[in-house]
């Protein structure tokens, strides 16, 4: 451990979010001597070029950068000397203070310069040069970096990092040590990536009591927003209070007392069904009244000539050397003559054919037709079944990343109530992926006379955001539902197909290796499985499929253990991508990311820009988000720049910061429940044991419909048919079903 002192010479690279920075300290030279300058990187607070620092660090040498003194702690010092003082001010710390104006300023005062700047500032204006409002600014500018930097100090005293200090104090800025001392939770509501957990480890801290209503109203409001990433629209009262209480360490009565009042305040809605009093947020109570309203709007029907359109259909069949069955032309037909329609169904009943058979009909009518899809891939996949251009749901809606005065989540879409959709209609696949966030926004930019027909797979597992919106559609009868069964001659030669209707039916799978698309390796330990997987990864299924290891997916039903995505990420990783000479690499969040990784982004960034270049480097398009799901390879890690390139599909380039990794995943291996709307040349599903509540028939089936060209399960088989027999879905509370028929009821009044 080295330790130097010196003064900040420049400053080459600042992060203002974490404080990371690039510096060079020169240090001061005795008599006769020159002065040496050595780079300093590190997490600094609030550092200027001109003050005066005493660094503790490591020696290293940079392959790229050279030598250089990773600061593990530094003391900032006030500048002692009339030099040190115009060296300070003279740096630039001080905007309006240049070199020559510094040298006039500590002429006149002496090592009183300090002392003159904080108490009489007006007296600057003594010096040539100097008026009396720029004498005021310099007061302030000075007033302000004093006060920064004890701010800085007080944070770090609770154990917040360097990143989370800065925002706090941005947001806040002098009332900060009153919110911290009245009411720490209020982070958690105020300020973007401080959550309850960390706001009550500031609290404790500070000495808040774990009993403390404001603990306990901030646990609860925290309940509340946890509930939506479970998949949940509301909760039960008894289930809410159970939760937070086991959550925060305090008695239900503690918990029920505070739920009373965040109900009279109107922070969180109660709703009485039948002697149960439910829980809602108001944002997800109100979504889910305005999409019972707004899906029994559209819901009108249209005047049909029947035979005219059974003409065109058999037209379009010979036309097309189709037959479509009578379920199919029903779909159809019902597309046709109603606002809203839902065509559900599993792998080859015709679900692509009968929407092509509606495209071209409402084509023939010269109507304005849209078509989307949740994901990239999804929408990929419907333009190439279709031949029409097809968009993911946002794109189609218009993203924009920035915040607006109604939607404070840093995204709000351009299409809404105000500026709808130009369309007669809009088909959207894959629909069991939509959550009742992106019903609402869909909703929303869909006026009344526009056709909405929905098409999915509803024994697929529900989104990852709250609600069951397919689901509770079908349920609900409110329109019509087309469902497809019948397996055609041509996807039944495939046995993913098969086996994927199988599963479904809860009857035994065929497993005897006998077919050219669905493989089952029996292995009963974990290490055989995990060499077999790479057997498969790297060797044996990119020629049979062919394609490369990079798009063979491992699915799994488990993030933990020997099996699990992070376990495998990492050991199939050094296969497909090991380390090599010239090819850069970090660890984030307690893991190693290199160049040329395969990556999954694992939360909705709609802030985050992206732009697609040809090969000259020429910008051909941009846009703004990245989301939950979207995967992609890690091109360049910037260590100088704290950058991280990745490309995701179709060429899109977006950069990250490093202090934004946190976002992404290492994406060899995924749980199944990432793969939704994604389909894969090969898919390989490593199963051996695991709790019961993940190791589902309805896992299970997604998982074996995600592969288009082969499946290959390596474990147990008797697991395999466990999976089968476990019909146990978690429970998802959603209200849009009732919302929908009591709409119904009243409307028929």
Excluded at 111 to 138: C, H, N, W, Y
Excluded at 440 to 445: N, Q, R, S, T, W
Excluded at 654 to 662: G, L
Aim: hydrophobic share 40%.
């Amino acid at each position: 451990m080295e330790e130097l002192e010196g003064y900040v010479e420049r400053i080459t690279f600042r992060n203002e979010e974490n404080g990371y920075t690039v510096l060079y300290l020169t240090k001061p030279a005795n008599e006769g001597e020159e002065e040496k300058e050595e780079c300093c990187v590190g997490c600094f607070s609030y550092i200027a070029e001109g003050e005066y620092l005493h660094v503790c660090g490591k020696r290293v040498f940079h392959k790229n950068y050279g030598p250089q003194i990773q600061v593990e702690r530094y003391e900032e010092k006030q500048p002692g000397d009339a030099a040190a003082m115009e060296r300070y001010l003279g740096s630039g710390a001080i905007r309006g203070i240049g070199p020559a104006l510094s040298a006039r300023i500590v002429r006149r005062f002496g090592e009183d310069t300090f002392a003159i700047i904080e108490r009489e500032p007006e007296r600057l204006a003594e010096i040539k040069g100097v008026s009396q409002k720029m004498a005021i600014s310099v007061a302030k500018q000075f007033e302000e970096k004093q006060q920064m930097r004890k701010a800085m100090i007080f944070l770090q005293g609770f154990g917040i990092s360097m990143n989370m200090a800065v925002k706090i104090y941005k947001y806040y800025q002098d009332q900060m040590y009153d919110v911290l001392q009245r009411n720490p939770y209020r982070l958690a509501e105020d300020i973007a990536g401080i959550g309850f957990k960390t706001a009550d480890s500031i609290a404790r801290r500070a000495g808040f009591y774990i009993d403390s209503e404001y603990r306990i109203r901030a646990g609860l409001l925290y309940t509340m927003q946890q509930i939506g990433g479970m998949g949940h629209c509301y909760l039960p009262e008894a289930e809410l209070v159970n939760m937070a209480s086991e959550m925060l360490g305090v008695s239900g009565e503690l918990v029920g007392r505070q739920l009373e009042r965040l109900i009279l305040d109107k922070e969180i809605l109660a709703q009485e069904t039948g002697g149960e009093r439910r829980m809602y947020s108001s944002t997800l109570y109100y979504m889910e009244m305005n999409c019972a309203r707004m899906l029994l709007d559209l819901n009108i029907s249209y005047s049909v000539d029947i035979g005219l359109l059974e003409k065109k259909v058999g037209r379009i069949q010979k036309k097309q050397g189709i037959a479509l069955d009578e379920r199919q032309k029903k779909a159809v037909y019902q597309a046709i003559r109603n606002g809203v329609t839902i065509i559900t169904g599993g792998p080859g009943t015709g679900k692509t054919t009968t929407i092509n058979t509606i495209l071209q009909i409402f084509e023939e009518e010269g109507l304005d037709i849209l078509l989307a899809a949740p994901t990239g891939r999804a929408a990929k996949r419907m333009s190439e079944t279709t031949g029409w251009e097809a968009q993911t749901i946002h794109r189609l809606l218009e993203i924009n990343g920035g915040v607006d005065d109604e939607d404070k989540t840093g995204m709000h879409f351009e299409r809404n109530e105000t500026q709808p959709l130009e369309a007669d209609v809009i088909i959207v696949d894959e629909f069991s992926m939509v959550d009742i966030y992106l019903l609402y926004a869909l909703l929303k930019a869909i006026v009344p006379g526009c056709r909405l027909i929905m098409a999915g797979d509803v024994n697929q597992l529900p989104s990852v955001g709250p609600g069951n919106v397919l689901k509770d559609m079908i349920q609900a009868q409110f329109c019509d539902v087309v469902r497809l069964s019948q397996v055609f001659r041509q996807a039944a030669k495939s046995q993913i197909v098969v086996n994927a209707h199988r599963i479904n039916a809860g009857q035994e799978i065929i497993l005897d290796n006998k077919n050219q698309d669905f493989f089952h390796l029996e292995r009963d330990h974990v290490q055989d499985i995990i060499n077999v997987v790479i057997q498969l990864v790297m060797k044996n299924l990119p020629p049979y499929v062919g394609a490369t290891p990079y798009d063979i997916q491992v699915l799994t039903p488990m993030r933990k253990g020997e099996l699990g995505v992070d376990s495998l990420n990492r050991i199939l990783q050094n296969y497909i991508n090991p380390p090599s000479e010239g090819k850069c690499e970090r660890e984030f969040h307690g893991v190693l990311f290199r160049e040329r990784d395969k990556i999954m982004q694992i939360k909705n960034n709609y802030q985050i820009k992206w732009v697609k270049k040809n090969r000259f480097g020429d910008v051909l398009e941009e846009g703004t988000g990245v989301f939950n799901g979207d995967t992609g390879m890690i091109r360049r890690i910037l260590e100088r720049e704290e950058i991280v390139e990745v490309e995701y599909e179709e060429g899109k380039l977006a950069e990250y910061e490093f202090d934004q990794m946190e976002e992404m995943e290492l994406a060899y291996a995924i749980t199944i429940h990432k793969s939704q709307g994604s389909e894969y040349p090969a898919v390989v599903l490593p199963i051996l044991t695991g709790p019961k509540m993940l190791l589902t028939r309805n896992l299970l089936y997604t998982a074996v419909t995600r592969a288009k060209k082969c499946v290959t399960m390596v474990g147990s088989r008797e697991t395999v048919y466990q999976m089968i027999r476990n019909v146990h879905e978690q429970k998802r509370y959603s209200g849009l079903c009732m919302r929908l028929q009591e709409m119904m009821e009243e409307d028929a009044v």
